[in-house]
């Protein structure tokens, strides 16, 4: 009987970590910071303007954070005395864009003190960079609340790219989520850079048989090895996710199809009919995708379990980063509205999915 305990035991936990909360809703900040959502756009729109890279940085931060203990902002805090934070966990040693959240938390803070989630800003910040990546829009539901405990042994817990598609679905639906949510929210691979550490296991030594993985296009991966060197000794080598890859479509799904996919968890997708099936409509339909995708993202978004609302985005405990040295001037209505509104007018909307 104990084994059968402790399965249900470790079931309830699951659930209870990566339960969708019903507590959020669309018009969370509506009077209590009603330009929240433009004043975060204009940072990400301000950060991307200077560095193409943002985009898919903030949405992979996004996804890392909400796959550890919820979307709860922990991805973001620093290691402290002997813990050692999640960011600072293998996985995550190669995130950045962080200073995008930092700005827009701090530009919060000076107008609606204590009121706006580091986890929201993180959601609305993936968001945002999907629509300036040229990808859909949709209403973000808020009313998240920050975690106080990141270890960077979780981060274990993070998909990885040599994963099977038995390994990418048990770690998916631990989390909720169908094989539907997996092959739409893999799409997010649309965009973005990968080094070479994450798929040089499919382009040498990948068995005593095959010295390149058998579903990876040999042309693919000559070009792969080119760009990887065979020692290694480059930190930096590596390659975009796809040929557009500031671009947020459909592509990924192609390539796939092509046997182009960069790491064996995206080829994986055609090793199961419903995947593989999905994989094909996306590939045709980048309206479907767009869709899929959606759905997908608020559905993962809602896993959640904080307990506060963090000053300091990198702290639970105001200090250390966070300066506190500055006045909050006070600013009428219409100044602020004049400031802000521009940023979040049709430009994000554009494109807005209905759910």
Known sequence: MAPIVALFLSSVLIFSVFSPVNSLSHNYYEKTCPHAESIIAYAVKTATSKDKTVPAALLRLHFHDCFIRGCDASVLLNSHGSNKAEKDGPPNLSLHALYVIDSAKKELETWCPGVVSCADIVALAARDA????????????????????????????????????????????????????????????????????????????????????????PSFAAKLRGVCPKNGKSKNAGTTMDPSSTTFDNTYYKLILQKK????????????????????????????FSKAFVNSMIKMSSLTGGQEIRKNCRVTDPGEFWSRNFTVAKRSSKAYQHRWKPYFSSQFKRKQIKT
């Open 130 to 217: 999907v629509v300036l990546s040229g990808g859909p829009s949709w209403d973000v539901p808020k009313g998240r609340k920050d975690g106080r405990t990141s270890k960077a042994s979780e981060t274990v817990k993070l998909p990885a790219p040599n994963f099977t598609i038995s390994q990418l679905q048990q770690s998916f639906s631990q989390r909720g989520l169908s094989l539907d949510d997996l092959v739409a929210l893999s799409g997010g691979h649309t965009i973005g850079f990968s080094h070479c550490s994450s798929f040089q296991n499919r382009i040498r030594s990948f068995s005593a048989k095959h010295d390149t993985d058998p579903s990876i296009n």
């Open 261 to 288: 996919g960069l790491f064996s968890s995206d080829q994986a997708l055609l090793s199961n009919p419903k995947t593989q099936n999905l994989v094909k409509k996306f590939a045709t339909s980048r309206e479907a």
